[in-house]
């Protein structure tokens, strides 16, 4: 069982910048793929970014302005998010995965994004 503990987020200015990170609790964390997610009030969850092994894949939504990255050593997955919009508020998930094709088996609980214009 892979704990996820996300932080970092909070409220922040259009055009600012936060950094989200997300703790795992296994040993194994860097075999695992990491991705974040949000999910907006009314809508549905929706992928933000992935990192899978040295790829990393992004919502077209957030091109150029979020990058993921990770460090096994910490058993930690960031979110770098810069240029932010308010259409990017949204409670933030960070989730595992031991393949990305098969889908996410860990979650996180979250942390709230809001960004006032």
């Known amino acids: 069982q892979v704990q996820l503990v996300e932080s970092g987020g909070g409220l922040v200015q259009a055009g600012g910048s936060l950094r989200l990170s997300c703790a795992a609790s296994?040993?194994?964390?860097?075999?695992?793929?990491m991705g974040w997610f949000r999910q907006a009030p009314g809508k549905e969850r929706e992928f933000v970014a992935a990192?899978?092994?040295?790829?990393?894949y992004y919502a077209d939504s957030v091109k150029g302005r979020f990058t993921i990255s990770r460090d096994n050593a910490k058993n930690t997955v960031y979110l770098q998010m810069n240029t932010l919009k308010p259409e990017d508020t949204a409670v933030y998930y960070c989730?595992?995965?031991?393949?990305?094709?098969?889908?996410?088996?860990?979650w996180g609980q979250g942390t709230q994004v809001t960004v006032s214009s």
């Open positions: 296994e040993r194994t964390f860097s075999t695992y793929a």
């Open positions: 989730a595992a995965a031991v393949t990305i094709r098969d889908g996410y088996d860990y």
């Open positions: 990192i899978s092994g040295r790829r990393t």
